[in-house]
């Protein structure tokens, strides 16, 4: 350790470039952006075609028509928060800048940061809360409180806040997120007196990250704390709890009449939709099965009455899963429960890995989600299946209105028909739709007699628009030979090739993607079909499954690992000694309470500038540790008290940081804004600093308070022992 506390390196170039590697990595991830890149058009079509000679792609259609393409062929690669970091190692390694022994220490660990031991318990936790989430217990818990609560704005408001921060407690922050983003989505929609959703949303995102602080496996940041510094985990939970709670219940009514105090945001009163009595009496729909709700899925994003009234059945009639949820909650108790006994058992020397206890428990909770999803294959593969032909039906009739008005749209801008008065365009029209009428009749009467009403007539030398044959409301006598009742295959072969080329369609992008489509049903099979099929297979089989793993923090892993490695890298090149040195200096000048306020500023503000809170707590992590190895080396000892502190500060920055001035302070807040803004809710960078600034501010302020006044009553001045 004392060769790491060497800062003469800093002098040389290859420290000063991974610096410089890990400012530019830390602003990227702040700021993702995609770069594009040119490649020749050749070089891509060669590859292409390799793909689809063996199989792996679909054959690619050549177009034929004389389309003029550039010479390149334009890509978009992102950078962003998986891939800079990554890059960065990458290119510290070409320049030998970091070697093996950062490698090892950045995976395997080192200093009692143990990353792949990290990762291997959030996920293995991280699946059984996602799996209660999938169950629908959150949303159905949510839907009790919403009925608790009643129509009074502010103890709607109270019950909620409660309700977050409880739950948020014991399964993290992702889960609460997952489900109760979607949920006030939809509950803020449908309250006709609700203006935005803003109160809402930012404050379960506020005290979702704040109730993750409390124990040790709601959040990574707070995995790599101990394992940094060896605290046990009910001895951290100790600590961080009367902080914690005391900050949530503070700043409640902080959010209720200053923050938030306007009734445009938390009426006194709230008036939502009512459902209707058939409406209540439906039975809820698995919304993990695909298309479960057929074309309710499609309407429910449209910002209309209709939209409105599916969101508001969707909270007021909740799916769930009594069986799934009561056996998820069974394994999450008993595995916490046996994650902080083990722990607390454990001696220095004799550590058991935690995730001893977690896999185990994520593998018995993924065997009850594969038995459970075969044992009812056939009812969800049957939902599955009525849900798509009814999605199927919707689009393909909305295809042929669609076709309907671009003809008609046609005609009527035709030099024929311009050439007409108006009234002359009203009886061409009239006289057109009567020869429509005569045709189609004779073609219908005739293919009545010869095959069956679901059949297509290819016979006719006049084929059948497919337009006419959904519009029920100029064609009612259309209906009364079956034609309606047409499936999606067999209106799109009404409206065949051939019917376009009567009416000399020339739209290139149609014709291609027609003939990509012809070539995927009748081309021979290939590994992209295939993995399509595999995984509509999975989903109706296993739905539960499918959606836990689609939600899993995956992504997290190796932006936590290429984080370990860069920071480690900043160790071995000098540059955290000077931090350690630096932060030394500020103790000695300041104590205690300049240790919390300057350890709880620097957490949060470098969860916005280092790499998200996960890579804020990597580096103070290994600065503190500098600083412990400074005092033993010039025998000026750290306070138990002074210790302490600062190590707790850290905690509630970092887990607090999450809500601060930027989307990428945690993963979380990504998660987050993606899930509003499939909802429809736009929530900008600006406004994000703007109403989280106040939240942070009094938030870190009655963390550190409290927290000072804890330290003092039960830590002492005896110098600190090293572990």
Request: aromatic share 10%; hydrophobic share 45%; proline share 5%.
């Amino acid at each position: 350790m004392t060769e790491s506390l060497d800062t003469s390196k800093i002098k040389s170039w290859r420290s000063i470039i991974t610096l410089i590697v890990f400012v530019i990595t830390n602003i990227i991830v702040l700021f993702p952006f995609h770069v594009p890149v040119y490649l020749p058009r050749w070089l891509v079509n060669g590859f292409l075609d390799l793909l689809s000679t063996l199989r792996i792609m679909p054959r690619r259609s050549r177009s034929r028509y004389n389309t003029k393409k550039s010479a390149f062929v334009k890509l978009s690669f992102p950078l962003n928060f998986v891939t800079v970091p990554l890059i960065a190692d990458l290119f510290l390694l070409a320049i030998i800048a970091i070697g093996r022994q950062e490698v090892h220490d950045g995976t395997l660990g080192a200093d009692g940061i143990v990353p792949i031991d990290i990762m291997a318990f959030f996920l293995t936790l991280a699946y059984i809360a996602i799996s209660i989430d999938a169950s629908g217990l959150i949303r159905f818990l949510a839907f009790k409180v919403l009925q608790k609560g009643g129509k009074v704005g502010h103890r709607l408001f109270f019950y909620l806040y409660a309700f977050f921060f409880g739950l948020g407690t014991f399964i993290g922050n992702d889960p609460i997120i997952l489900s109760g983003t979607a949920f006030l989505a939809y509950m803020t929609r449908v309250s006709s007196n609700i203006v935005h959703p803003r109160a809402w949303i930012h404050s379960q995102f506020a005290v979702a990250n704040i109730a993750s602080a409390i124990l040790v496996s709601s959040n990574p940041t707070n995995l790599v704390l101990a394992g940094a510094f060896q605290i046990k985990f009910i001895v951290y939970t100790a600590n961080m709890i009367v902080p914690v709670v005391v900050t949530a219940i503070v700043i409640f009514p902080f959010l209720l009449y200053i923050i938030f105090a306007d009734e445009s945001l938390i009426p006194l009163s709230i008036e939502m939709h009512q459902l209707t009595e058939a409406e209540k009496a439906r039975a809820p729909v698995n919304p993990n099965i695909p298309n479960a709700r057929g074309v309710a899925e499609e309407e429910e994003e449209n910002d209309d009455e209709q939209g409105k009234q599916l969101s508001l059945e969707e909270i007021m009639n909740p799916f769930l899963d009594k069986k799934g949820a009561g056996f998820g909650a069974f394994i999450m108790a008993a595995t916490l429960i046996t994650v902080l006994a083990m722990n607390a058992s454990s001696q220095k020397d004799h550590e058991r890995p935690v995730f001893w206890a977690t896999v185990p428990a994520a593998f018995v909770m993924f065997c009850w989600d594969v038995g459970f999803g075969w044992y009812h294959r056939h009812d969800t593969r049957e939902i599955a299946a009525k849900g798509r032909q009814e999605l199927e039906d919707a689009r393909a009739e909305k295809d042929m209105r669609k076709k309907e008005e671009q003809e008609l749209q046609s005609e009527k801008s035709s030099p024929e028909m311009m050439g007409l008065d108006r009234s002359e365009q009203c009886d061409a029209s009239d006289m057109r739709h009567r020869s429509e009428h005569t045709d189609d009749d004779m073609s219908l009467g005739a293919a009545d007699s010869s095959l069956d009403t679901r059949t297509p007539h290819h016979d006719s030398e006049t084929p059948l628009s497919g337009s006419v044959l959904v519009d029920k409301e100029k064609f009612p006598e259309l209906q009364q030979h079956g034609v309606i009742a047409m499936d999606s295959k067999q209106l799109a072969l009404t409206s065949s090739p051939e019917a376009l080329d009567t009416r000399q369609t020339t739209d290139t992008t149609d014709v291609e993607k027609r003939e990509h489509s012809d070539q995927e049903e009748n081309g021979p099979r290939t590994l992209f079909s295939l993995s399509a099929d595999l995984y509509r297979w999975l989903q109706e089989t296993f739905p539960t499954v499918t959606v836990v793993v689609s939600h899993m923090p995956f992504p997290l892993v190796p932006f936590a690992f290429a984080m370990f490695v860069l920071v480690q890298a900043l160790v071995t090149k000098g540059w955290v000694p000077v931090f350690a040195y630096g932060w030394n200096h500020w103790v000695n000048k300041t104590g205690t309470v300049g240790a919390v306020g300057g350890m709880g500023f620097l957490s949060v503000i470098l969860c916005n500038f280092a790499g998200t809170n996960i890579g804020t707590t990597i580096l103070l992590s290994r600065v503190i540790q500098a600083w412990e190895q400074i005092s033993v080396e010039t025998g000026i000892p750290i306070s138990d008290r002074t210790w302490w502190a600062t190590i707790y500060s850290m905690a509630l920055g970092v887990n607090f940081g999450a809500f601060s001035t930027a989307f990428s302070a945690s993963l979380a807040g990504l998660l987050w804004r993606d899930i509003l803004r499939r909802k429809h809710i736009r929530v900008g960078s600006l406004e994000f600093a703007r109403v989280n600034l106040p939240i942070i501010a009094i938030a870190m302020v009655v963390g550190c308070v409290v927290l000072i006044g804890e330290v003092y009553l039960v830590r002492g001045t005896q110098p600190h022992q090293p572990v």
